[in-house]
């Protein structure tokens, strides 16, 4: 996930393209309700630029609500109540996105994956995302409702076990979801490795409720 939001190819200073926002001084027409989403997606982004580099003359450690709070104040960022609105609705994207507080991520290192995000522009796939699945799928056999209970494993082979059934295989790639191995549901003999067990026990994740509205009409 992209934590910056909007076009990162256009960006310039903030205040050079978005006065109104390090001025503090809001625009009163609401017809630029547009124009404020761009403006708090823009100090947003020019914000955490900001806090990155701030981050390398900082010795002691820092949290990145901490110093975002600090730049909120000293360049008087989205005075104005829709402004803050929009603004807080990024941040509230970035807790979720961080699976964490922003009171409780090192400024340091809250962005460490970034290298390895998936770049690029969203795109839409002609026919659906549904495509795929069928293609992914040509001439592997999926077998429904077996719920794994026993993975046993050595170094040259692997026995899945269901109930009232057993698989066996060179090797078994386990893509149950973190919520599962947390629950012990599925026992591993050998016993996975501690260091492994200490990740699953320590990795959260974070819960994301979507809401689906049919509108009667197109607008
Ligand atoms: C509401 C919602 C909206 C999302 N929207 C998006 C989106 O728009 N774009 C996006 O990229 N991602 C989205 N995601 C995230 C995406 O769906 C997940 O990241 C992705 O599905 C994870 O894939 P997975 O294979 O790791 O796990 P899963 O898709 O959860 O697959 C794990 C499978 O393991 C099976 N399983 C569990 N326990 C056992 C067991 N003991 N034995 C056998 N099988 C078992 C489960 O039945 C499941 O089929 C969304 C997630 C949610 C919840």
Redesign the pocket.
């Known amino acids: 996930?992209n934590r910056r939001q909007g076009r990162p190819g256009s960006k310039q200073p903030l205040d050079q393209v978005y006065p109104v926002v390090f001025s503090g001084i809001s625009m009163k027409n609401r017809q630029h309700c547009f124009l404020h989403l761009l403006q708090a997606e823009a100090a947003y982004n020019e914000l955490l630029d900001k806090a990155s580099k701030v981050r390398q003359e900082l010795s002691q450690i820092v949290f990145l609500g901490e110093e975002l709070e600090t730049l909120i104040k000293d360049f008087g960022v989205a005075m104005d109540a829709d402004e803050m609105s929009m603004f807080n609705w990024h941040l509230t994207n970035l807790e979720y996105a961080n699976v964490g507080l922003l009171s409780q991520l090192s400024l340091a290192f809250w962005d460490q994956d970034d290298p390895y995000d998936m770049g690029g522009d969203h795109c839409f796939l002609s026919g659906g995302n549904g495509r795929l699945v069928p293609a992914l799928a040509e001439n592997v056999p999926i077998i429904f409702l077996?719920?794994?209970?026993v993975i046993r494993y050595g170094r040259d082979s692997v026995k899945v076990t269901?109930r009232g059934q057993l698989f066996e295989g060179d090797m078994a790639l386990c893509?149950?979801?973190l919520r599962?191995l947390k629950s012990g549901?599925?026992r591993f003999i050998l016993e996975l490795p501690q260091q492994k067990l200490d990740k699953i026990k320590r990795l959260d994740f974070g819960l994301?409720?979507?809401v689906a509205m049919l509108f009667p009409f197109m607008f």
Do not use: D, E, F, I
Request: glycine content about 0%.
């Open positions: 996930m077996k719920t794994v209970h269901t893509t149950v979801p599962v549901s599925t994301l409720n979507k």
